[in-house]
Every structure is written in C-alpha cells, then in structure tokens.
T-cell receptor
Framework: GNSVTQMEGPVTLSEEAFLTINCTYTATGYPSLFWYVQYPGEGLQLLLK?????DKGSNKGFEATYRKETTSFHLEKGSVQVSDSAVYFC????????????FGKGTHLIIQP | SAVISQKPSRDICQRGTSLTIQCQVDSQVTMMFWYRQQPGQSLTLIAT?????????ESGFVIDKFPISRPNLTFSTLTVSNMSPEDSSIYLC?????????FGSGTRLTVV
C-alpha cells in the first residue's frame, strides 16, 4: 500500500535559517505529491504540489521537487521566518482524486527570533 | 478551488452519546472524504462518500461506529456513535478538485 515517511520534529531553527524537511514515499503508479501546512489553531492548507516527475512546486518561498528516482519530495525554504512556525504534512494521491490522500506524520517546525 | 463549510467547529460530548458533523460544499463534487486527526498525530482517512451509494470505509473503521450520509452532491454528514474518550480528535471533511484537495476547517471533538 501507499505510505509517506517524513522527518519528525520538532524542528527548531533560528529566523533566516535554511529549511529542509525530508519526505519520501512508497506508492503504486505515478502519484501526485503535496505539502500541506497547519498553522496553530487553523485548518489544513495546501502549500504546494507536484503532479509528475521533475516538477517543482513552489509557494510563499517554499519549494519541493518531485524526484521519482529517489521517491522523494523534500520541502525547502531559503530563509525562514517566525510566521512559518507550523506543522507541515507531506501527502500523496495515487488515485487521481478518487482515493483521498495518504499523509505523513507531520513535522512541527518552530522558528525562533 | 471549492469552499467547504464544516460544523460544528468544536464540541464537548458525554461518553455513550453521538455527534453528527456536517459539511457543505459550495459546488457539486463527486467524492467527499472524511479524515480523523488524533491529538498530535497525522490525518487518517476514515471513508470516502459517493453520492447515491454507501460510503467506502478504510481498514479499522466501520459503518456502525462512523455512519456517513451523502444525500446530494454538495453535502455530507459523519456521525461518531457511542463515543468514548478515545474518539477525542479533530474530524475533517475534504473534497478533491482540479488536482488538489480542499479541507474543511475541522471539528474538534472532546469526549468526557
């Protein structure tokens, strides 16, 4: 079956540091890959996505590249801010919208001023 | 993307009772999905609801505990039945559209 593995936190960084959150997956076929973010006290929001190999998703300074050869979709940001403090979830969809998402366990990111 | 209105946003319930959660979508969608997020955990898919047919449940979830209705293409309900403290979680509905998924704001359920 499908599965998503991501580094577990909490991850604590200083403001303006470089961020990488690792995500690898196991899936049949060619899934779409997603990063979702959950800010404190808020709902789940789509951060970025990629639908095929070598695609790069980007949003709000965050980037992730769909690497089929390493089955990875690592999230990166060059300079984090305190407002980036949140829980980040890597997820995949192998059913083309018909089967829902398989989520990783989430990474709690804490950015200190 | 679709806009989902989910209610209630939170509730505190006595064990042994049931709670029904509603999700209203601003456009017609074929599939609606229900997830559970236990405290400090990731999201787990409970079931997929298709209009006009019975919901499809994931392993570990059963209809008697989590009955789902899907009376039309814009609305669905999830009932958490005979609740125990272990059911304390955030419950979310979701729809797929345009290669992505939109989530409701969630229902934070506490069972005492």
């Amino acid at each position: 079956g499908n599965s998503v593995t991501q580094m577990e936190g909490p991850v604590t960084l200083s403001e303006e540091a470089f961020l990488t959150i690792n995500c690898t997956y196991t899936a049949t076929g060619y899934p779409s890959l997603f990063w979702y973010v959950q800010y404190p006290g808020e709902g789940l929001q789509l951060l970025l996505k990629a639908t095929k190999a070598d695609d790069k998703g980007s949003n709000k300074g965050f980037e992730a590249t769909y690497r089929k050869e390493t089955t990875s979709f690592h999230l990166e940001k060059g300079s984090v801010q305190v407002s980036d403090s949140a829980v980040y979830f890597c997820a995949l969809d192998s059913g083309g919208g018909a089967d829902g998402l398989t989520f990783g366990k989430g990474t709690h990111l804490i950015i200190q001023p | 993307s679709a806009v989902i209105s989910q209610k209630p946003s939170r509730d505190i319930c006595q064990r042994g009772t049931s709670l029904t959660i509603q999700c209203q979508v601003d456009s017609q969608v074929t599939m609606m999905f229900w997830y559970r997020q236990q405290p400090g955990q990731s999201l787990t898919l409970i079931a997929t609801a298709n209009q006009g047919s019975e919901a499809t449940y994931e392993s570990g979830f059963v209809i008697d505990k989590f009955p789902i209705s899907r009376p039309n293409l814009t609305f669905s309900t999830l009932t958490v039945s005979n609740m125990s403290p272990e059911d304390s979680s955030i419950y979310l509905c979701s729809v797929g559209r345009g290669g992505g998924y939109t989530f409701g704001s969630g229902t934070r359920l506490t069972v005492v």
